[in-house]
């Protein structure tokens, strides 16, 4: 159907800013008035008309302004320039915060996830870093119940674990012994929290697969901080229960958060990722900010934020790449000072 025009763009980003003010629909004249467009109203409705049957707004009931769907968000987010447009307290205190816990490294996470929530008013999430994850060396599957599943597995640390898997359906004795066996081809000395390919093993339950993968990746992951959930009460999308037990329990499964940070995290700066964007079924209705964080140039871990669609992304972006560059300066100066302790 073609690009947008520049006014469409114009509108759509609008709508969207309009919307993450007031979590109310945007109707023509509201935009006429406070944006300033230089058309009347009813060209501005025209126009949003027409964004809507492109899927960039949807108008809730008849005779109500629209508000802004993914693709919109996405426009929005792609169109900020956030460079320099932090607080300069903000960043005076998250320093003066770190310095006071200097050397302290989970102190350090910690506070870091607290001070981003209590900034961007959303859940936050830091992950600690981590260098090489260790090897799997060895696992086994034992049934428990028809629908459970006990994992063990050995690292070459030394370290054994086990892990109660609940499957969809009744998992046969015989089957667990073949999708060991399978495993044992297939991963057995490969390091834990690498992306061990489980999705295709062949006739494997849904749920046992995500288990596996959840309990390997936390093994060889960096440990998750969150702080902030409580900050989801203040959001309108989450007022219906169901929504609200669905982010909650997302927020309580360290493998998906950091599978839904690591999908948006690049190397340079913070990125937004927008609804399905990060791939985490239980966060489509969610957005995800994030950044990563080196320490030392060896060791990497991230830093990000997770609230609804409706997020104010340019104060999202600006703190947590903010946060992850003194995050890692700090961890870096900590280790450079034990380093030197030591010698």
Not at 108 to 120: D, F, V, Y
Not at 209 to 226: I, K, P, Q, T, W
Not at 238 to 253: H, K
Not at 283 to 308: E, I
Request: proline share 4%.
């Amino acid at each position: 159907m073609g690009e947008l025009t520049q006014r469409q763009k114009a509108i759509a980003t609008a709508v969207v800013a309009e919307h993450i003010e007031t979590a109310e629909p945007v109707g023509s004249e509201t935009l006429r008035r406070r944006c300033g467009f230089a058309c009347s109203s009813a060209t501005i409705r025209n126009e949003m008309a027409r964004l809507e049957e492109r899927g960039y707004l949807s108008q809730p009931h008849t005779s109500a302004g629209r508000i802004p769907l993914r693709p919109a968000y996405r426009l929005h987010v792609d169109e900020l320039r956030t460079e320099g447009q932090r607080l300069d307290r903000d960043v005076t205190w998250i320093q003066g915060e770190l310095r006071r816990v200097a050397g302290q490294q989970e102190a350090m996470l910690r506070l870091s996830s607290a001070i981003l929530s209590r900034i961007t008013r959303y859940p936050a999430v830091v992950i600690s870093p981590q260098s090489r994850g260790p090897r799997l060396i060895d696992l086994s599957l034992t049934p428990v119940s028809a629908n459970n599943v006990l994992v063990s597995y050995l690292d070459d640390r030394g370290v054994t674990e086990e892990v109660l898997v609940e499957t969809s359906a009744p998992v046969r004795a015989d089957e667990l012994a073949r999708i060991e066996e399978l495993l044992h081809e297939r991963v057995v000395g490969a390091p834990l929290g690498a992306d061990l390919g489980l999705e295709d093993l062949e006739g494997c339950d849904p749920a046992l697969v995500e288990g596996l993968r959840d309990a390997f990746n936390e093994a060889g992951s960096g440990r998750v901080y969150v702080e902030g959930t409580t900050f989801v009460l203040d959001q309108p999308e989450f007022e219906d229960p169901e929504s609200l037990r669905r982010m909650i329990g997302a927020l309580s499964r360290s493998p998906l958060l950091r599978r839904a940070l690591d999908a948006v995290a690049g190397e340079q700066g913070s990125s937004a990722s927008i609804g399905e964007e990060h791939g985490v079924e239980a966060l489509s209705d969610c957005s995800v900010v994030a950044a990563s964080y080196r320490v030392d140039d060896r060791r990497r871990g991230t830093v990000g934020v997770v609230g609804p669609m409706r997020m104010h992304y340019a104060l999202a972006l600006e703190m947590v790449a903010t946060l992850a560059r003194n995050l890692g300066q700090a961890l870096s100066t900590s280790a450079q000072d034990e380093d030197s302790t030591d010698r």
